[in-house]
């Protein structure tokens, strides 16, 4: 098992460009969640979902779009990219609620907007 | 809505020694997960010990434990025998006991924890 990898580990961005931050798991996790980590700050929620075709809004959606066409993959897209994205980005599943199950987390994708 | 709180940004512990991580939490709800996570600087979220509310002992992991105190909701990790690899960023934090957005995790700011040899 691979777990859950995000690509790219890095990037920069000039702002109003776009790009599309990619998450996969291969743990048939059905929760899956986008979470953002500004500096000396915990993580915030951005996105979920609870299974393919299923997503909504967390705390901070705005500038960021999702899609969850399968149970593997669930990508987080930037449409103009602002300096306040600048931050880190999590990618997180779980295979229920209503368990202490934890969340595995992907290594995060370090994004700069210049 | 749910808030963490972790007051203090930093703490420093000489090698071996033990060193205790403060959280406190506020929520009306009932039921309802506590978690501690490390963060060393590799970015990685390593999930350190998780505690369910409507148990009243104390989770324990190896050389690591908790002070859960539901009333006062508290939520204290304690280390013990500190190693150097034990540096890290350590957050709380608390999931409901809920399905959809409330299954999300609720993050406190963290704390920085640096072992002294």
């Known amino acids: 098992n691979a777990g859950v990898t995000q690509t790219p580990k890095f990037r920069i961005l000039k702002i109003g460009q776009s790009m599309t931050l990619q998450c996969t798991q291969d743990m048939n996790h059905n929760y899956m969640y986008w979470y953002r980590q500004d500096p000396g700050m915990g993580l915030k929620l951005i996105y979920y979902s609870v299974g393919a075709g299923i997503t909504d809004k967390g705390e901070v959606p705005n500038g960021y779009n999702v899609s969850r066409s399968t149970t593997e993959d669930f990508p987080l897209r930037l449409e103009l990219a602002a300096p306040s994205q600048t931050s880190v980005y999590f990618c997180?599943?779980?295979?229920?609620?209503?368990?202490?199950?934890?969340?595995?987390f992907g290594p995060g994708t370090r994004l700069t907007v210049l | 809505a749910q808030t963490v709180t972790q007051s203090q940004p930093e703490m420093s512990v000489q090698e071996a020694e033990t060193v205790t991580l403060s959280c406190t939490y506020d929520t009306s709800e009932s039921d309802y997960y506590l978690f501690w996570y490390k963060q060393p600087p590799s970015r990685q979220m390593i999930l350190v010990i998780r505690?369910?509310?409507?148990?009243?002992q104390n989770a324990t992991e190896n050389r690591f434990s908790v002070n859960f105190q539901k009333a006062a909701k508290s939520f204290s990790l304690k280390i013990s025998d500190s190693q150097l690899g034990d540096a890290a960023m350590y957050f709380c934090a608390y999931r409901s006991y809920d399905t959809g957005a409330n299954s999300k995790l609720t993050f406190g700011k963290g704390i920085t924890l640096s072992v002294r040899p």
């Open positions: 997180a599943s779980t295979p229920r609620a209503l368990t202490t199950d934890t969340q595995y």
């Open positions: 505690q369910e509310a409507y148990k009243q």
